[in-house]
């Protein structure tokens, strides 16, 4: 009788689990850019905004299908995609000493693909040093597409390095990656890499 009522429960059990959002490790937060009419005189970073803040998978997938795509942004804008708590922005406390891991991208299909494999191994912690990791900017220029992944600590190579390997495993691209540190490029426009994968 016992395992009648058990297995009589089983499949209400399994349709209520099935209907439970599934967590993420940390909640995430979507920010747009729009650089392309800047207001003269504005302070750098003002024309930033926080879109939606999640922590499912489900509303992830909602926000990437319908939304957050680099191809349909126009002119000079950013998609950014940070732990909650932590604002794209050099001064933020998270990221004032960190730097950032950058692919270029030609076409802006490639670009929408390697956002989206981005996206999926920062919010799945395929990182083994998933605790430095601060977000990821996809920035669509009308010269060059890039995607920069942003991290906490610039100074520890090694943890960069993994982080690079990482990266280009998940992205399967074979062209090189470098490595610029956030504080080389508020002293300079030109800014010079420090690691290379």
């Not at 905004?49 to 950013?78: H, M, N």
């Not at 989206?116 to 920062?122: G, I, P």
């Not at 906490?152 to 090694?158: C, D, L, R, Y």
Request: hydrophobic share 35%.
């Amino acid at each position: 009788m016992a395992a009648e009522v058990a297995s009589g429960a089983a499949p209400e059990v399994q349709a209520e689990a099935e209907k439970q959002p599934h967590r993420l490790e940390r909640k995430w937060t979507f920010w747009y850019d729009n650089q392309s009419k800047p207001k003269q005189g504005a302070a750098w970073g003002s024309s930033i905004r926080k879109a939606y803040t999640f922590d499912t998978v489900e509303e992830f997938w909602c926000l990437c299908d319908q939304i957050f795509v680099p191809s349909k942004l126009s002119g000079t804008a950013d998609f950014h995609l940070f732990k909650a708590g932590v604002e794209p922005k050099w001064e933020d406390p998270e990221c004032a000493n960190g730097g950032k891991w950058t692919v270029n991208c030609s076409r802006r299909s490639n670009m929408d693909t390697l956002w989206l494999e981005t996206l999926m191994a920062m919010i799945g912690e395929q990182f083994d040093e998933a605790d430095e990791i601060c977000g990821v900017v996809a920035s669509v220029r009308p010269r060059q597409d890039k995607i920069s992944l942003w991290t906490k600590t610039a100074a520890n190579e090694a943890v960069q390095m993994s982080i690079g390997r990482k990266w280009k495993e998940i992205l399967g691209i074979d062209d090189k990656m470098f490595y610029s540190f956030h504080e080389d490029s508020k002293k300079e426009r030109s800014t010079k890499s420090r690691y290379s994968v």
